[in-house]
Nanobody, 130 residues
């Protein structure tokens, strides 16, 4: 049984940083591209970032509000993917979800669509106060 467990969320102030973690079990971690999505209250789930199986390629949302502030990375020894979030803003408030995708070929367009992922975590809440 595949499980993805997110952690690292919390309540922070604008300008602070957080590092989210997502640890996978029940799958060969290196066989999956790993992504982060987020869903703000009353809004649809949005793509944030993805890192490929090899870790050699990363994709990020085109949203100008995120660019340059978030960094995705992965640790194969720990079966964990990270999302480093800096200079947090109130509009970053959302539930952040980790996802694993088993397809072999990825592009920015493919990575941005949740339908291309096979497994999802339960999410971790990030709240940024102004």
């Amino acid at each position: 049984q595949v499980q993805l467990v997110e952690s690292g969320g919390g309540l922070v102030q604008a300008g602070d940083s957080l590092r989210l973690s997502c640890t996978g079990s029940g799958l060969t971690f290196a066989s999956a591209a790993m992504g982060w999505f987020r869903q703000a209250p009353g809004k649809e789930r949005d793509f944030v970032a993805t890192i490929t199986r090899s870790g050699g390629t990363t994709y990020y949302t085109e949203s100008e509000s995120v660019k340059g502030r978030f960094t995705i990375s992965r640790d194969y020894a720990e079966n964990t993917v990270y999302l480093q979030m800096n200079s947090l803003k109130p509009e970053d408030t959302a539930v952040y979800y980790c996802a694993a995708g088993l397809r072999r070929s990825w592009s920015g367009n493919i990575a941005s669509k949740g339908e291309n992922y096979d497994y999802w975590g339960q999410g971790t809440q990030v709240t940024v106060s102004s």
